[in-house]
């Protein structure tokens, strides 16, 4: 899950300043502390310079991480910076005088404490706290006289395997959010049934009202993104099922994605129990013939 923190200044013991590039020799024309690579990898990752990033990868991962797709490139470095766009890295030191990477993008700053490294020979490991995250230790290995990373966590850093999960664990967190509209969508039609006495024509009607002026078109019940039927990457369909006999008329509500196998790769639809059906449809409508999702799900 990316964790997100707002930026906390209380504790930070020096000056703020820009990212620049490690350089590869310290002023005493020793080679940089593997600390200063893996501080470049940081903000090349936050600023979405993949170019720069590959720089920073041994050269087995340099070539694989640069024949990715772009949107996969980006998607890793974004994943790596705990980011969701191009971001704004800054630099300043703890009280115990350790390098703080700071990495603000759209959503927020993800901030990373790092320990002091343990490092022998050829191979560093530096220990980096994500504050309101979780601990993990960066690897670093001396390739052609600089530092590259080599691993994260207990993990070899293998570009190709590490990408596909993370998309794939990004797919989940996306279809999760899908779940949570359709009932955040359910409630709320729901809602204007109670009031109003019959069900919305349109998921529009749904919508945010000017101050005071709360109304059958424009109800206030969702807000503007989920009224227009776009949200989270897929693409929401309502549709009201005619009553039958003495029932009263009941409702379908179907999520595509938007982009099969980018924004997501099942679809799924809310039927008129209330139960969400899901499948991988290649982009098409769900059907309620499609398997249940489980209520925890």
């Known amino acids: 899950m990316k964790l997100r923190v707002l930026a906390a200044t209380a504790a930070i ?26 501080i470049d990898a940081l903000s090349a990752a936050c ?9 920073d990868l041994t050269q087995a991962n340099a070539a694989a991480f640069l024949a990715l797709p772009v949107n996969e490139r980006t998607a890793f470095l974004n994943r790596l910076a705990l980011g969701d766009g191009p971001g704004h890295p800054l630099l300043s030191t703890s ?3 350790l390098p703080v990477v700071r990495c603000t993008t759209p959503g927020g700053t993800a901030e990373f404490r ?13 220990p980096v706290t994500v504050v309101d995250g979780q601990d993990t230790t960066f690897g670093m290995v001396r ?45 709320a039609i729901e809602s204007y049934r109670r009031a109003y006495g019959k069900l919305p024509d349109s998921l529009a009607e749904l919508g945010p009202a000017p101050p005071n002026q709360i109304s059958p078109d424009q109800a206030s019940l969702v807000d503007k993104e989920l009224a227009s039927g776009i949200a989270g990457g897929y693409e929401f369909r309502y549709r009201i099922v005619a009553a039958q006999g003495s029932a009263a008329a009941t409702y379908e509500i179907a999520a595509i994605p938007q982009e099969y196998g980018r924004t997501g790769r099942r679809s799924f639809l809310l039927d008129a129990d209330g139960k969400i059906h899901a499948a991988d449809r290649h982009g098409e409508l769900a059907t309620a013939e499609d398997p249940v999702v489980p209520a925890s799900s």
């Open 143 to 187: 390739e052609n006289g600089g530092w590259r990373l080599l691993s994260l966590g207990l993990v070899l850093l293998d570009i190709p395997q590490l990408s596909k999960q993370w998309a794939t664990d990004a797919l989940m967190e996306t279809e999760a959010g899908v779940i949570a509209n359709l009932h955040t969508l359910s409630e």
């Open 13 to 38: 013991a020096a000056m703020i300043l820009p990212l620049c590039s490690a350089p590869m020799f310290a002023q005493d024309g020793q080679p940089s502390p593997p600390s200063a690579a893996l």
């Open 47 to 55: 600023r979405l310079n993949a170019t720069q990033f590959a720089t």
């Open 114 to 126: 790092f320990g002091a490294p343990q490092t022998h020979e050829n191979l560093s490991f530096i």
């Open 95 to 97: 009280n115990a005088n």
